[in-house]
């Protein structure tokens, strides 16, 4: 199941799986401030990848210190099949006064200028704080799309973005913007 849409000279597809499964150069995760593991998109992805991942993530914290919300930093890809992992950091959702739309956004725009600035020409990114950080999905899911629609509209390096989602649920809540 899968719809996609042409922007600029990139290709924009929304599917249903699993993110630790794509074959896109970067994967996108959905970690937290102190990039050390979690549960949901981030247990996943540091299971299918290997203690490497961690390892690296270690060495960015000891570098740099924790990563805040709507920022993003990159590692190599471990036993996966994407060369790198950008993790970045969504908001918790607090009711949607504390600035968590700009921060959302923040989140997708960073991950795309890191993967833009190692000249990444496919990425696949997971519903960001739609899970355990409570994000309602109708705005989320917005959010995303404008967000990653608005990147690819100016020049950059990046062909392809998918946008994977798990639940049945969710993925209607994307089409609906296709
Ligand atoms: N592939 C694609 N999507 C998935 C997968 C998967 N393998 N697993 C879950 N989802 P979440 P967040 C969906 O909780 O809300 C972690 O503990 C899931 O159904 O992973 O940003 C971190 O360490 C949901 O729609 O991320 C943080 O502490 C979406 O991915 C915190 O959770 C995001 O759910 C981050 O919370």
């Known amino acids: 199941m899968s719809l996609h849409r042409q922007i600029g000279s990139a290709t924009l597809t ?33 299971r299918a990848g290997g203690p490497r991942i961690l390892e690296e993530c270690r060495k960015i914290r000891e570098q740099q210190g924790e990563c805040p919300a709507g920022e993003s930093v990159i590692t190599g890809g471990g036993n996966l099949k ?14 949607g006064g504390e600035g968590e739309d700009d921060l959302l956004g923040s989140a ?9 600035a190692r000249r990444i020409r496919s990425i696949a990114f997971p519903s960001i704080s739609t899970g355990a950080y409570g994000f309602p999905i109708d705005r989320a899911s917005k959010i995303a799309f404008d967000t990653v629609s608005g990147f690819l509209k100016n020049d950059s390096p990046l062909e392809e973005v998918r946008l994977v989602v ?7 809540a994307y089409a609906f913007l296709f």
Do not use: K, M
């Not at 798990?166 to 209607?172: A, G, K, N, P, V």
């Open 14 to 46: 929304l599917l249903r799986g699993d993110i630790t499964e794509q074959d896109t150069e970067a994967i996108v995760n959905a970690a937290n401030s102190g990039l050390l593991g979690g549960g949901g998109v981030d247990g996943a992805i540091h």
């Open 82 to 95: 994407a060369r790198f992992v950008i993790h970045t950091v969504g908001p918790v959702w607090h009711g």
């Open 108 to 116: 997708y725009r960073n991950s795309l200028l890191l993967a833009s």
């Open 166 to 172: 798990y639940s049945q649920e969710d993925y209607e």
